[in-house]
């Protein structure tokens, strides 16, 4: 099994910057996608920033400009610094990976969540 442990929420002011972590961690292989999500209340789960199968970063329109996705592949972890934060950016953050892991002998796809963390940006 892989664990995602997400870290740096919190609250902060409208203008603020934060920035998070995402540590993967378990039995992998390799990491092809890995990435940040957000849900806010009675909003569908959006895409913030992501690194891709293809190689490509992708980023939500709302965070273009922003946001900073970047990676440590010898760590499995990537970071998130967010910046110029505004109100509408409240939302619990998740991060996603997509990749192999070893299960006994064989290996095997896997996609896991983080728990979340709270991001508050008060006006």
């Known amino acids: 099994q892989v664990q995602l442990v997400e870290s740096g929420g919190g609250l902060v002011q409208a203008g603020g910057s934060l920035r998070l972590s995402c540590a993967a961690s378990?039995?992998?292989?390799?990491?092809?996608?890995m990435g940040w999500f957000r849900q806010a209340p009675g909003k569908e789960r959006e895409l913030v920033a992501a690194?891709?199968?293809?190689?490509?970063?992708n980023y939500g329109d709302s965070v273009k400009g922003r946001f900073t996705i970047s990676r440590d592949n010898a760590k499995n972890t990537v970071y998130l610094q967010m910046n110029s934060l505004k109100s509408e950016d409240t939302a619990v953050y998740y991060c996603?990976?997509?990749?192999?892991?070893?299960?006994?002998?064989?290996?095997?796809?896997?996609?896991?969540w983080g728990q979340g963390t709270q991001v508050t940006v008060s006006s």
């Open positions: 690194f891709t199968s293809a190689g490509i970063t």
């Open positions: 996603n990976a997509l990749g192999l892991r070893v299960v006994g002998s064989d290996i095997k796809k896997f996609g896991s």
């Open positions: 378990g039995s992998i292989v390799s990491i092809s996608s």
